[in-house]
Each structure stands twice: as C-alpha cells, then as structure tokens.
C-alpha cells in the first residue's frame, strides 16, 4: 500500500526549476530515501509533500489527502524533521515535548518518548546546551510526539560525528519498528545504503532512478571500475541525466 504518491511534480521560483518533473510512490513501512547532489530538488520536493510549499503543476497524496487543501489532517498523520530547525534556546527538552504535544488530540507519551531516544538525563537540560546528537534525537522525538504513520527526515545526520551518525541511524531503524513509514533525505551513501530499503535518485529537478540500493548497485556500469560502490552508481545516473 503506498502512503504516498507524488505525480509530474513541478516547482519554479521565478526562472529557476527547483522541481521539473518528479514522480514517486512509498510503501507503506519502508524506509525510502532521496538522494542526489545538492539543488537536485529533493527538499523542495519534501516541503510539497509536507504541505509546505505549493506545487505549480502535478499531484501530492499523503495517505490519499492532499497537503495543501487537507493540511490539519496531514499534519496530524505526518511527522517533520526538518533541514534546519531551531528551537528556543532556554527550552527545556521536557518542555519543547510538552508543548508539542499539545499541538495534537491523540499524542504519544512524551515521558515514555523521552525514554526510548534516551533523552530523560537531559530532560531538565536546555536546548542551547544539547550537543548535536542530543538536539538529532530531540528532534526525532518531536517529530514522533504525534503519533504520525508517516515521518520525514531531512539531512538528519549533517553536522555529527561518526558516533553520533551511527546512534542516529540506529533510532530511524527504530522509528520504522514503531510502525512509521519513513522518508529519508540524504547525501551520505552509506547512511542510505545501510538504512534505506528503496531510493529515489533525483538529478536536475527529475527522478532518474528508483530501486534498492542493492540492485542500484548492481546495475551500475562505471567504467575503469570493477566493483562500484552506491556512490559510484549515484554518481553515473546523475551525472548522465545533468549532461542532457
């Protein structure tokens, strides 16, 4: 069952094509990634999806409704991890859980979230004082409070340390245990290879490919190397498609 299907996707501001044509479908339960080089037109597509932005021309469905004309409704369905977020510096994390909670009428136990990210030694701490990986993993669980079937995470490992990444991908993996279709924005291929059951490659604002990183792999023909790596296969299907 698809939990979302985006159609002849397009999204211009002013001359520039963010999106020209992006067509796409995730399972239900999945985890499915984007990825691509930068200003391929992954975010934009993400905010159509999330409702945040509106498209030109084609079709978003989450869940069957459309983000923009049915935006309570998604955004009670939909958790967002966005690229960039900020929260208050003085925030306390129990506090920012408890708000955010009360933005929804059916919300996850925040306590028993703040358990499962391992955040409760820091319930009492504030947000300026989180380290990167804390600030990763309460980001998550905001994006969780909701009790959302579909959670979005953009970039969610930018700016970490090994350690840190490594935690981060082990909480996706649980996010998608928990029953949440995940979708995945990233530039790192071995965070896609490792966490990802299917990818969408996008290059200048259209998708090129779409198939598990295993059989992306498989397929690619790099010449002068044997054994190509995800990133190999990236990169020839995007470079391919930006030299059209």
């Known amino acids: 069952?698809?939990?979302?299907?985006?159609?002849?996707?397009?999204?211009?501001?002013?001359?520039?094509?963010?999106?020209?044509?992006?067509?796409?479908?995730?399972?239900?339960?999945?985890?499915?990634?984007?990825?691509?080089?930068?200003?391929?037109?992954?975010?934009?597509?993400?905010?159509?999806?999330?409702?945040?932005?509106?498209?030109?021309?084609g079709t978003v469905r989450v869940l069957g409704l459309d983000p923009r004309r049915d935006r309570a409704a998604v955004r009670q369905k939909l958790g967002i991890q966005l690229q960039e977020s900020q929260l208050p510096d003085q925030i306390k994390v129990w506090e920012a859980l408890d708000l955010y909670s009360s933005f929804y009428p059916h919300p996850a136990d925040w306590r028993e979230l703040m358990d499962e990210l391992g955040l409760t030694p820091k319930r009492k701490s504030v947000f300026a004082k989180l380290s990167g990986g804390q600030k990763q993993r309460l980001s998550i669980a905001l994006a969780l409070v909701g009790n959302p079937k579909v959670a979005i995470l953009d970039e969610l490992t930018t700016g970490l340390d090994p350690q840190a990444r490594r935690d981060t991908w082990e909480l996706v993996r649980h996010v998608r245990d928990r029953g949440v279709t995940v979708v995945l924005v990233t530039h790192f291929m071995d965070e896609a290879e490792r966490l990802c059951d299917r990818l969408a490659v996008v290059a200048a604002g259209r998708v090129v490919a779409v198939d598990t990183p295993r059989n992306l792999i498989a397929g690619a023909r790099v010449p002068g190397v044997e054994r190509p790596t995800l990133e190999d296969a990236i990169l020839s299907l995007t470079s391919a498609r930006s030299n059209r």
């Open 1 to 57: 069952m698809s939990v979302i299907e985006v159609r002849n996707l397009r999204k211009q501001y002013g001359d520039q094509v963010a999106v020209a044509d992006v067509s796409l479908s995730v399972d239900e339960g999945e985890i499915f990634g984007l990825v691509g080089p930068n200003g391929a037109g992954k975010t934009t597509t993400v905010e159509c999806v999330e409702g945040l932005r509106t498209p030109d021309s």
